[in-house]
């Protein structure tokens, strides 16, 4: 494994990019390859031994074509299914969202009294709920399934009266509850968290998991001495599975989301035999 071979991100569409952006800018001289599995989004709704697969053969796909040091699952559900089991698999470092939000949660609340909105398969799963007790069991934990926001994310609707209908309906048993700290656990909601932030008012944090995750990637890479500081330009490829259920309004918002001059996808054939 050389230090100058590339990290890389994937989730079910575009909502990996929000995690995608705390990685490039932790790490400007590193190569990184995004890819969002468009053809069979949404992953919230599938059998988790189904979004395992997906996981298995994308990462498959990532280091035979790419050689890649560092895989980040950018998408909570697919790590809710498939982290520990391609840990298992794969000798290269993999790591996603669901631990190092469940920490940022536990360090921020007061009251011990934390709200998980994520997709079906997440909250299904009870990734976020075992994570959460198993470091303090303390803690309340709130947990909902979300899924209203993604369809709109992944078609460029981040705001307006849709988006605030669906913060509105799915929120305010949050606030019955008294939830002093609110966890994103879908990559897809930081674009709308303005909306959710209004519904659940200033008092109440959110917490993003990105953040953490681009700073335990440098630590895993630079434990293994794979830091790469030699890159004259960084390289930012972004590959998607179906070109055809990529919405252009996204790619405008994703453009200025990652404070790109350009914003361009190109398909990978990764289940081109099923
Ligand atoms: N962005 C994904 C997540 O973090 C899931 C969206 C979906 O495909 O249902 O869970």
């Not at 990290?7 to 969002?36: C, H, N, Q, R």
């Not at 697969?53 to 990532?62: E, R, T």
């Not at 519904?199 to 790469?228: D, F, H, S, T, W």
């Amino acid at each position: 494994m050389k230090s100058s071979n590339p990290i890389a991100l994937f989730d079910s569409g575009v909502g990996g990019l929000t995690i995608t952006k705390e990685v490039m800018e932790e790490f400007p001289d590193e190569d990184i390859v995004y890819f969002g599995d468009t053809a069979h989004l949404p992953y919230g709704p599938r059998p988790q031994e189904e979004v395992r697969s997906f996981v298995f053969k994308i990462i498959d796909y990532l280091l035979r074509f790419f050689n890649v040091k560092l895989i980040v699952i950018a998408c909570n559900t697919a790590t809710a299914a498939g982290l520990k089991a391609a840990q298992e698999r794969f000798e290269v470092p993999i790591i996603g969202p669901v631990k190092p939000g469940a920490e940022a949660a536990i360090e921020q609340t007061r009251n011990k009294r934390i709200g998980v909105i994520a997709t079906e398969g997440t909250i299904g799963s009870g990734a976020y709920y075992q994570e959460i007790k198993s470091l303090s069991t303390e803690i309340n934990v709130f947990s909902k399934a979300c899924p209203g926001f993604i369809p709109l994310v992944e078609a460029g609707k981040i705001s307006g009266a849709e988006v605030r209908r669906i913060a509105v309906d799915y929120l305010a048993s949050f606030k019955e509850v008294g939830v002093d700290t609110l966890l994103l656990g879908c990559t897809h909601f930081p674009y709308v968290s303005h909306e959710i932030q209004k519904v659940m008012g200033p008092e109440v944090e959110l917490i993003y998991p990105g953040r953490r995750i681009a700073v335990q990637a440098r630590k895993i890479l630079a434990k293994q001495e794979l830091l790469n500081s030699t890159t004259i330009e960084a390289k930012r490829d972004f590959y998607v599975s179906d070109l055809n259920n990529l919405s252009y309004d996204f790619v405008e918002i994703g453009k200025d989301f990652l404070e790109l001059q350009e914003l361009r996808f190109a398909e990978l054939p990764i289940f081109v035999n099923q």
